[in-house]
């Protein structure tokens, strides 16, 4: 498609510029048919009517001021936009951007998002714009970048770190004043995105002085007995007795069968004088979930040392998100607004492994971001300046232990029934940190007359830079269960004292089956993961320019045209890209109130390449294997021995004080820059205050990141790598169709003194990909883009529909009403969502496979579905999730105490039906397995906020 796309653009900019440069006679300025303002007059206006009132506007992520609204309903550039009524109407539940993004269209969802075993969880939502990868979307906050690049689709490790975020900063929308999604037709002054935008502009000072204070809180007990405000809905033959006994396990395994929330928001804002305004804000999520630390089953151990309170004992997870967030503001004259802001959004993720007691670890995410904004209206229009520093991590960091060890029960180390072991420890000390410095200068310029249009030019250059790195931060040893505890002989035991205890236990243990160690244990081998780190520096510059056209043909109209073009660059791939982009808008010259826009778009958008795949391809070589024979020698000594071991049977090599140096099993090497091609046609049509708009999407993805093994693509073997060692490529590819259909309008409807707001939207999204993300490890079929068998059809594995972020039809339907009466002013916000029915890809066959045992035993007999005429490929088949419909409901009131302190209430209800809509556990399912682990969503669940505000 790209030769074809690039020509289309070439064409369609030819023609652009020759019907522009053409000129009627005596036509010096621009006409407009039925008395209407042209574009750029209604721009000018604006921007008059913003600098004399000394506020240039919220400055948007471009770095313009409101005037670029018009450009996004023009042309149909949004999903849709959040507004500070909104977001103050709607149920906010964590607070989080991603969970409020669910009332616009062609926005999807992780299908582990909401379900119903993990309602204690506090993460922002992933989501999809457009079909694209949740972590090629670009999150914006007052036009600077946080975009969490380190490793967004990566899951927690033992070894390798905190699961990942692709949004960087976990903001409470409680500090905005709206979000906008860009999802098709989308200005080249954004970049480094494939999917689409969300711009989130902070609040301004409004008010002399005021303040805002408020509490909200939620719970949930799985108990039928407990008082809940929170259902919980178990899919299936689930046992509720053990989910309420459920243990603390990896990261994407916990549940919640208790939690209790709590969100805590506070603001304070001054607007000093017509030059200078300033606002604070503080709020805090925090969700509380305790979990037993053993497993209650009866395969356990049982051995005098196995102490009573280990199928009952429970600590206490902690989820924590905290936003301090200042912002200033000051006008040195009436042309120049300097803006200050500064965030910092931490978010910590207490946890403990099973089978540990008092040993915690966290993921410690989030970070800093801090911005200086000049706007400058000068002779030529308007300058931007934004200059910006931002850090963020995703990091382990540990709580009351520094190794990890798994012991045999003994009378010392009497707390664990993880298996036959007790624990100490629990994840490793890792950081992984990005620092990005940047400055952007946007250039707006007035429009001018060329012939009989009108153009309005836009230029922008950005540079930057990025440093990025990941290290263990201290020395960690890790004993793991796989035989490493070694049974002690009564010489042993003498020398297992003083320093040595640490890695020694002279107590009697007791090992499975009822076996004796009489002398006790000592650890024979562990790995050490030295304190060290790999980092990478990144230096990346963009620029661009654009130029908005209106061309008005008298009685006929008028037509719009944006014609821009984006080039990128950087040190870390040492690629440069340059992304044409063209938007074309027709207005029929009908009056406003029923005017009729057709849209049309051809754009590429390239998106980011990540920092993990150059940071992983250098963890093996960290860590190192340590063997000992005896309980009295010291692990540092062997180490700096330097005498290698040989073979993998340390005790029978012939050294038993040896290491095991580790090669890498990821080789890193120079990657394309993945990119879309878009197509999109629209049209939109107003009634009076009603607006109704249609528009398709047809995406390509081409040069996306996967992650395969060597012998599959064919790489020779390398002595510096293990024998099959990883690498990435850029394989990747997907298409995409989507339709959108939605209905608005921007004021109130008021009848009987209630003052209704509505919107309606419906899409359709179609979506085939041959990867999942970059960190699932491609099989060779899909490599090689073999022929499957998906519901009875031979097609190309590529053709094969996506497993995740993707409902083929979503229904949403938004109202707000208020009214008053007396001094309480009473508001009512439902939200109506139904999701269509999902066919969860599952495999039924494995090319090849031979069944000849099932005659005689039926576990080896294909699954129901299986084709033997296709026995030469993989077989797939759907199963079908049915569809989900849910209610969510606010009600809400304030009451003006005294003297504009108004005391306010809200009451949400979420899946007010409490309807169960089945979804899929896992969030990176893959449609590998024959019975995807399907759960319900959360049932009907209860929120209640109290606040005082003036």
């Keep these: 498609m790209s030769s074809v796309f690039r020509n289309l653009l070439i064409a369609l900019c030819l023609s652009h510029y020759l019907l522009s440069a053409q000129s009627p006679p005596n036509q010096s300025s621009i006409s407009v048919p039925n008395n209407q303002e042209s574009d750029s007059q209604t721009k000018a206006k604006h921007l008059e009517q913003e600098l004399q009132a000394k506020d240039l506007g919220k400055i948007v992520a471009t770095g313009t001021s409101d005037i670029d609204t018009s450009q996004i309903k023009k042309y149909q550039s949004s999903a849709g936009k959040i507004s500070t009524q909104m977001l103050e109407s709607s149920p906010s539940g964590n607070g989080d951007i991603g969970s409020i993004l669910r009332i616009l269209p062609n926005v999807q969802f992780d299908n582990a998002q909401n379900r119903s075993t993990t309602p204690g969880e506090i993460d922002p939502a992933r989501i999809s714009i457009s079909g694209g990868l949740h972590y090629q979307n670009n999150f914006q906050l007052d036009g600077m970048n946080m975009n969490n690049d380190l490793d967004p689709a990566g899951s927690a490790d033992w070894l390798g770190g905190a699961p990942g975020r692709s949004q960087g900063l976990a903001v409470d929308t409680s500090l905005l004043d709206s979000i906008t999604v860009l999802d098709s037709n989308v200005s080249v002054a954004y970049g480094g995105f494939s999917g689409g935008v969300v711009e989130a502009s902070t609040r301004k000072p409004s008010k002399k002085i005021g303040a805002n204070i408020s509490y909200q809180f939620t719970q949930g007990n799985a108990d039928p007995k407990a008082f809940s405000m929170t259902n919980y809905h178990l899919y299936g033959n689930a046992s509720l007795e053990g989910f309420l006994d459920s243990v603390s396990q990896s990261y994407n395994d916990n549940n919640s069968p208790i939690f209790t929330k709590h969100l805590i928001r506070a603001s304070l804002e001054s607007k ?399 990657l394309k820059v993945p990119y879309t091609d878009e197509l999109m046609g629209g049209i939109s049509q107003n009634i009076y205050e009603i607006r109704m708009q249609a528009k398709y999407i047809y995406r390509q993805g081409r040069d996306d990141i996967r992650y395969v093994r060597s012998d599959y693509v064919g790489l020779s073997q390398d002595p510096n790598y293990t024998n099959t060692y990883y690498t990435y490529t850029n394989e990747g590819k997907s298409t995409t169709n989507i339709i959108v259909l939605s209905l608005s309008h921007d004021r109130a409807l008021e009848f009987f003194g209630i003052k209704n707001y509505a919107s309606f939207n419906v899409d359709w999204t179609n979506v085939e990909r041959n990867f999942v993300d970059y960190s699932e490890s491609a099989s060779l079929s899909q490599i090689q883009d073999d022929d499957i068998l998906w519901e009875g059809k031979v097609v190309a594995y590529s053709q094969r529909p996506a497993s995740n972020f993707v409902r083929p039809f979503t229904l949403r339907l938004s109202t707000t009403h208020s009214f008053n009466i007396g001094r309480f002013r009473w508001l009512w916000n439902n939200f109506f969502r139904y999701r269509s029915s999902h066919k969860a890809v599952a495999k039924i066959h494995t090319a090849g496979t031979n069944y000849d045992r099932c005659a005689t035993n039926a576990r080896w007999c294909p699954t129901q579905g299986y084709n033997p005429a296709h026995n030469d490929k993989d077989q797939f088949i759907a199963r079908i999730l049915k569809g989900a419909f849910t209610w969510d409901m606010r009600l809400g009131f304030e009451v003006n105490v005294w003297n504009q302190n108004t005391l306010f209430v809200n009451v949400d209800i979420y899946n007010v039906l409490n309807a169960k809509n089945p979804t899929i556990a896992t969030t990176n399912y893959t449609g590998t397995n024959s019975s995807p682990t399907i759960v319900y969503e959360v049932g009907r669940q209860f929120w209640v906020q109290v606040g005082y505000k003036f």
């Design 272 to 670: 000093i004088n017509d030059k200078f305004g300033i606002i604070a804000s503080f709020a805090t999520t925090q969700s509380f979930i305790p979990l037993r630390y053993n497993s209650n089953i009866s395969t356990s151990q049982a051995t005098p040392v196995d102490p009573k309170d280990a199928s009952t004992y429970k600590q206490t997870q902690k989820r924590q998100i905290y936003n301090y967030f200042l912002k200033g503001y000051y006008d040195p004259n009436d042309s120049v607004r300097l803006e200050f802001s500064y965030t910092y959004a931490p978010q910590f993720d207490y946890r403990f492994m099973s089978g540990t007691r008092g040993d915690f670890f966290s993921f410690d995410s989030g970070g800093h971001q801090v911005g200086l904004k000049t706007t400058w209206q000068n002779s030529a229009g308007i300058l931007t300046n934004a200059l910006s520093y931002s850090f963020l991590e995703n990091s382990t960091l540990l709580h009351g232990f520094e190794h990890t060890k798994y012991w045999i029960p003994s009378s010392s180390k009497n707390w664990g029934r993880f298996s036959v072991f007790a624990r100490e420890g629990g994840y490793a000390p890792t950081a992984s940190t990005q620092h990005t410095l940047s400055n952007k200068i946007i250039q707006d310029f007035n429009a001018f007359d060329l012939g009989f249009a009108s153009h309005t030019f836009s230029a922008g250059l950005e540079i930057g830079y990025q440093y990025a790195q990941f290290g263990y931060t201290q020395d960690y040893f890790f004993a793991r269960n796989n035989g490493n505890q070694k049974q002690m002989s009564q010489a042993q035991q003498s020398l297992c004292s003083g320093p040595f205890l640490e890695w020694c236990d002279p107590q009697k243990a007791y090992y499975s089956n009822g076996v004796e160690w009489t002398y006790g244990q000592y650890f024979g081998h562990l790995e050490l993961y030295r304190k060290a780190n790999v980092d990478l520096h990144n230096a990346l510059a963009s620029a661009w320019l654009e130029d908005d056209i209106a061309i008005p043909l008298s009685k006929a109209g008028e037509i719009n045209t944006r014609l821009g073009v984006r080039l990128d660059t950087d040190s870390y791939m040492g690629k440069s890209t340059v992304a044409p982009r063209f938007s074309l808008n027709y207005i029929t010259p009908a009056p406003k109130e029923f005017a009729t826009q057709i849209t049309f778009g051809a754009n590429r958008y390239y998106g980011r390449n990540l920092f993990a795949y150059a940071l992983k391809a250098k963890q093996n070589s960290m860590s190192v294997g340590i063997a000992r024979d005896s309980p009295n020698k010291d692990w540092y000594e062997i180490l700096h021995s330097g005498v290698q071991c040989v073979g993998s049977n340390y005790n029978n090599s012939g050294k038993t004080d040896c290491i095991t140096t580790y090669k890498n099993d990821i080789k890193f090497s120079k």
